[in-house]
């Protein structure tokens, strides 16, 4: 049974930073297409970072240069490091994988799912 368990999501005022962390169970991270999503109230879900089995790294474009998205193999967890954050970037992150894609931010390429963590940046 695949599971996703995300963390480090929090308060933090605009310019700060945070990391959030996504655990992996029931599932190789190293085999499978990664990346981090966010919602904020009344929006469609959107993609944030991807990164392939390769290692490879994919950005939405606001979030380019602010954000970094990694994996620790060893630990089976991926990382989403945001920096320079900005009230806009206040929603519910979501971790998603899967073992094959075509569009890394597209939230529909992706069959598993994290039950989220709340970020919220104020001014």
């Known amino acids: 049974q695949v599971q996703l368990v995300e963390s480090g999501g929090g308060s933090v005022q605009a310019g700060g930073s945070l990391t959030l962390s996504c655990t992996a169970s029931g599932l190789t991270l190293s085999r499978y297409y990664m990346a981090w999503f966010r919602q904020a109230p009344g929006k469609e879900r959107e993609g944030v970072a991807a990164?392939?089995?390769?290692?490879?790294?994919t950005y939405e474009t606001s979030v380019k240069g602010r954000f970094t998205i990694s994996r620790d193999n060893a630990k089976n967890t991926l990382y989403l490091q945001m920096n320079s954050l900005k009230p806009d970037d206040t929603a519910m992150y979501y971790c998603?994988?899967?073992?094959?894609?075509?569009?890394?931010?597209?939230?529909?390429?992706?069959?598993?799912w994290g039950q989220g963590t709340q970020v919220t940046v104020s001014s």
């Open positions: 998603a994988a899967d073992a094959w894609l075509t569009y890394p931010l597209t939230p529909g390429q992706y069959n598993y």
């Open positions: 990164i392939d089995r390769g290692g490879s790294t």
